[in-house]
């Protein structure tokens, strides 16, 4: 990053902002010239982009990391050939085909579907619960409570994913199906205690205090009053639990066995055992799915609105 | 479109409860009179239907999270709680660990100041902009957190490897003979890291940035700071506490993370996870991997608690 803003006025610790313009502070020499002129048009007509140069370039960088490396992905998928180089030789479908042929992806496929399916209902099922407790019943220890719920996301998820291994698959020794459910379902609960919270938060007790003012039980309060209210809270948490779910890899890492393996995983891998184009293709159809996923929640929920209550 | 609405619910995550407790108290407790006979007429009418209601997800919790992480980390099977201890003092002073948890922090690390130099611009140039663009922008920058880890990380192997994009243009410009070592590099890890954590940062520092007034620029512009000095001075202050989320998150996640070190640092750039994961179900070496476990727990706790104290103090000042 360049360091030559030497006309702005240096504030203590900060590197340079530059913004194109610089102007001396105190002189302001162009003043004379043009006198009773505002020194910029009203905040609406201001163009973005122009004299942030500095900003400007750090946030094409962000975008070129985020993005381009996702492209190449994609770009590979296609390729003719049969290693992962690049630029890609040829143009052809083969490792699409090779993909969802191969029976250790599809089969992984249905089991990582079918596990945050369930995941994330049963976390829906006993979390919607807790957050009404926490925000409805009036319990001593409210935040500690609360927290409690939301301590599986502070812990690191590999250290989950080796407790669980450890004492429940060869301790107990349960399946590891029943043991990633168990796993992911504590570990999408604070998704449903922490963003159906926040539209519990914001939902008007004083309309389900008419409910049952006019005669409806809590039962039928919560299913006709209070549970449309939580709505877009609801969906915003399965869809983060689903994919936060399906992703996995950490918490999954170690509970894998040759009956039920998750996708990412057996991704992973493949990766690791033979370099050719076929990770990039399966990869492809997951990107593709995720747009899918992701346009469909902009147009329901927005983005924002998911992502502002909780993000991992 | 119209630009994205504000935030339901608090900025982001915050990775601690006293953290978490303290945004609650800005959103997530409901401002409401305290008649005194006002829960009888909400859903829940007693404690006891609240204790019951909370039953099922503490059950939940209690197996699938807290008791087996406890007994894995003070007494993994046939270890004793001494052993673990006593691990954890070896790690801090072998050589080799210490490399390992050097390289974990110092990445970390790294990678948390290039995440925040990267995204906080994103963040203020989207929070100021009035182009219809933006909202397209920033639902790119959103999208990735959606997009499975292993996906993302793949890129680089493309991108990075011996026959990839970058070595194979370096060739052909004729700037280099071979292909240079790219992947397997402490520089791979960090890209791949940024890559992960950059939607993080932007977020945090996105709702940061969009509560600080522009009014203030403007007032700050028209008194004749320069736009360095208004950025300087007024967005950046204000939206420190943002920063300071976003910086944690991106720290915890970085040194925890496992898919990025295994495909880009591979076995000669070992950090604290894939440590663990090779004693865990390599050597299985169970007082190692209580031991590593608990060195990286206790690494993010310590750092998100030092953050819910800046945070604290930021908020009383």
């Avoid at chain 1, 992973?268 to 990869?283: G, K």
């Avoid at chain 2, 210490?98 to 290039?114: A, S």
């Amino acid at each position: 990053m360049s360091q030559t803003d030497s006309q702005a006025p240096a504030l203590p610790g900060g590197p340079d902002q530059t913004d194109g313009q610089p102007r001396a502070l105190p002189g302001r020499p162009d003043q004379s010239s043009r006198p009773a002129r505002p020194r910029r048009p009203a905040r609406p007509a201001r163009a973005p982009r122009t004299g942030k140069p500095v900003a400007s370039t750090l946030a094409v960088a962000g975008y070129v990391v985020m993005i381009v490396p996702i492209l190449f992905v994609v770009a590979t998928a296609f390729t003719g050939g049969r290693t992962l180089t690049f630029p890609p030789q040829g143009l052809s479908l083969q490792w699409f085909e090779k993909a969802v042929a191969y029976e250790p992806f599809t089969g992984a496929l249905v089991s990582s579907l079918q596990l945050a399916v369930l995941a994330t209902l049963i976390a829906l099922a006993v979390g919607v619960p807790v957050t009404l407790a926490i925000h409805r019943g009036r319990l001593p220890g409210r935040g500690l409570i609360e927290g409690m719920f939301l301590s599986p996301l502070i812990v690191p998820e590999l250290v989950v994913g080796l407790a669980l291994y450890q004492q429940l698959m060869i301790g107990f020794g349960l399946a590891n199906s029943t043991t990633l459910l168990i796993g992911h379902t504590a570990l999408m609960m604070p998704y449903a205690v922490r963003v159906t919270g926040a539209s519990l938060a914001l939902a008007d007790p004083s309309l389900e205090e008419a409910a049952r003012g006019l005669g409806a039980g809590p039962v039928r309060a919560f299913f006709t009053v209070t549970l449309p209210m939580l709505r877009p809270g609801i969906f915003s948490a399965a869809l983060l639990s689903f994919v936060t779910s399906f992703n996995n890899v950490p918490l999954s890492l170690l509970l894998q066995s040759r009956d039920f393996r998750t996708l990412p995983v057996t991704m992973l891998d493949y990766v690791q055992q033979s370099y050719d184009p076929m990770v990039a293709a399966m990869a492809t159809l997951i990107l593709v799915a995720t747009v899918v996923v992701a346009v469909v929640a902009e147009r329901t929920v927005g983005f924002a609105q998911i992502f502002g209550g909780i993000n991992k | 479109m119209r630009p994205v609405a504000q935030p339901v619910a608090p900025p982001p995550r915050l990775p601690c409860p006293a953290l978490v407790g303290a945004a609650a108290g800005v959103v997530g407790a409901p401002v409401r009179p305290s008649y005194p006979d006002r829960h009888e007429r909400l859903v829940v009418t007693t404690r006891k239907t609240a204790l019951l209601l909370l039953l099922p997800g503490l059950a939940f919790l209690l197996v699938g999270f807290l008791v087996p992480s406890l007994a894995m980390l003070v007494a993994p099977p046939g270890v004793g709680t001494g052993e673990v201890v006593a691990r954890v003092g070896q790690m801090l002073t072998d050589p080799y660990d210490l490399r390992i948890i050097g390289r974990t922090v110092g990445l970390g690390l790294v990678v948390t100041v290039v995440c925040i130099v990267l995204g906080f611009p994103i963040a203020y140039l989207l929070a100021r902009s009035t182009s219809r663009w933006s909202s397209v922008l920033l639902a790119l920058a959103i999208f990735p957190l959606l997009l499975s880890n292993v996906v993302r990380t793949f890129g680089w192997l493309v991108v990075l490897g011996s026959q990839g994009a970058i070595g194979k243009l370096l060739v052909g410009l004729g700037l280099v003979d071979r292909a240079p070592q790219l992947l397997y590099t402490e520089l791979a890890i960090v890209l791949g890291l940024t890559q992960l954590f950059l939607p993080l940062a932007i977020i945090s520092c996105y709702s940061a940035v969009a509560q600080v007034d522009a009014g203030l620029d403007d007032a700050a512009r028209g008194l004749g700071a320069s736009r360095s000095r208004t950025f300087w001075g007024i967005v950046v202050p204000l939206s420190s506490p943002g920063i300071v989320v976003a910086a944690t998150l991106v720290f915890a996640g970085s040194v925890t993370a496992y898919t990025t070190p295994y495909l880009l640092g591979g076995s000669s750039q070992r950090m604290l996870s894939t440590q663990l994961f090779s004693y865990s179900s390599v050597t299985i070496d169970w007082a190692g991997a209580s031991a590593t476990a608990l060195v990286m727990t206790v690494l993010v706790f310590v750092v998100s608690g030092l953050a819910s104290l800046v945070a604290r103090k930021g908020a009383t000042q």
